[in-house]
């Protein structure tokens, strides 16, 4: 084999560690020992560009809307572009293609999601911008993974303790892998139905709690094959588990003494990885809130991470109810998705929001393009974690300098949404800046009843008492711009009785709703929140 490029790995060592069934190879008209120097996603929406040496993923462009990200690719040197195919009669297309551009094609398979190849291959390569949590960005594990296989003659696989796949060895024969090996690296995690059987046998409570090997007899009917296992461990804490699937032969005689010497090499790598990484999250972490709140001036985030400061970038803002354990959720799936959508994605839970800041991006990015990333995450919070999710989305900004600017129009959107005044999901200010404006108003009457109109007020507070709906009324009339039927409708009254009472509630107060001026502070006066009656004894 060929030794590893100084500043990235070869092409074949990339597909060595990757490989089945995540990515197959299509063409390389280069050969296989172009070095890969990085991984770039290419969104279908923006410019088709790479850099020297990028594994460009091209997302979202299937089959021959993929053709434009090729040649590109060619053009600027990249060493491979990985595509998903729809159909058998696209790949030939692609791969005189890929010969012309002289660039390598990969082709993934549907079941792949684009999140978990970017951070598996950038946990292989190992480069600065690998996924920074101790979880998934341990690329010497792979080297360790096919290791162990040699040395126990098996398909190995390495997990975290929420049986996440952190790195596997590459099979030669992938007639030998079994359903829950398989399942498991296609979906980054192992299928809960096979966990819960998993579970039911004690096989999990015994690794959480021994250093000894277990092993899981074979399951035909499951489709599961015999393996055997054992926890990783830093004296009694858990940090994860080795899995070694028996192929097509059995296991070697000491595959449980090469598991025992496994994993506590596993145990010393994750232990360093999430020392190391800890403490550049919190620096990253701290410097990211700084700018945020506008404590800390951009060069020192721009210094510790190498962005340039003076492209054009955005805040995402989201807001969710519940718990702490509820937010930590929250945060852990937010984090994910900004960084499948944008590699500079950075994170920081202020409070009870959650911001994302967007370094570097293109100067054309289209508004609805981070629309719907940010959508992406609600759509996921909602469906995976049942949690109600608002997002908004910060003016985009010609630099770093200007982030808390960003912030803080992301900030209004959340407030207002918090106070009932917009009803989406996802807004940016364009979208709803009568609704958020409307919102602020009604926020500084409510915090200053100086500037309320006393009628007004006693007109609440008469409905507080004697159970009557005249506030209502002259709301939904104002709003009906007069229209009697249409606001006598919306009430389920009839207009005779919503005509008596918006003349009960002028009597009442002596407001008269002919006058301009008043009727626009009682439209937003009588919005307020009905304030509760005093009680007298």
Known sequence: MPEPSPTGLSLRQLLMSLGEP????????????????????????????????????????RGRAALPALRAAGRAGAAAVAVKLDGPGQADALREAATEAGVALLSVRRETRWEQLDGLARAVLGGPDAPDTADHNVGDLFSLAQTTAVLTGGIVSIEDTSSRVLAYSRSSDTDEVDDLRRLSILGWQGP????????????FQHLRSS?????????????LRRRLAIGIRAGTQPLGTIWVQEGAQPLTERAEQALVGAARVAAGQLV???????????????????????????????????????????????SAEGSDATRADVTGLVSVHAAARHRGALLAPIESRIYVLLPELPAALPLATVRGWAQEAVDAARDHLGVPLRAAIGSTVGGLAAVPASRTQADRILDAMGRGGVATEVAALIDVQAEVLVSEVLALLQERPALRDPRLSALTSYDARHGTRLAESVLAWLDALGEVRV??????????????????????????????QQRLLAMLQLRLPAEEPELHP
Do not use: C, F, M
């Not at 296989?32 to 290419?42: C, G």
């Not at 277990?214 to 009917?221: D, G, L, M, Q, T």
């Not at 207009?495 to 002028?506: C, D, Q, S, W």
């Open 272 to 318: 360093r990885r999430r020392r190391e990484l800890s403490a550049d999250v919190r620096l990253t972490r701290t410097l990211l809130t700084g700018l945020l709140e506008g404590s800390t001036g951009p060069q020192s985030l721009a210094t510790h991470l190498g962005l340039d400061p003076h492209r054009a970038a955005t805040v995402l803002a989201y």
């Open 22 to 61: 995540l990515v197959e190879l299509q063409a390389a008209p280069a050969g296989l020992d172009v070095p890969v120097l990085d991984v770039a996603i290419l969104d279908p929406e923006d410019p088709a560009t790479a850099a020297p040496g990028e594994l460009v993923l091209a997302i979202g462009a």
């Open 487 to 516: 606001a006598a409708q919306a009430l389920h009254i009839h207009p005779n009785t919503l005509r008596y009472r918006v003349r009960r509630a002028e009597q009442l107060t002596g407001v008269d709703l002919a006058q301009p």
């Open 211 to 223: 250093d000894r090997v277990i092993a899981v007899e074979p399951h035909p009917e499951l489709g």
């Open 192 to 203: 809960e139905p096979y966990l819960s059987k998993l579970r039911e046998w004690g096989i």
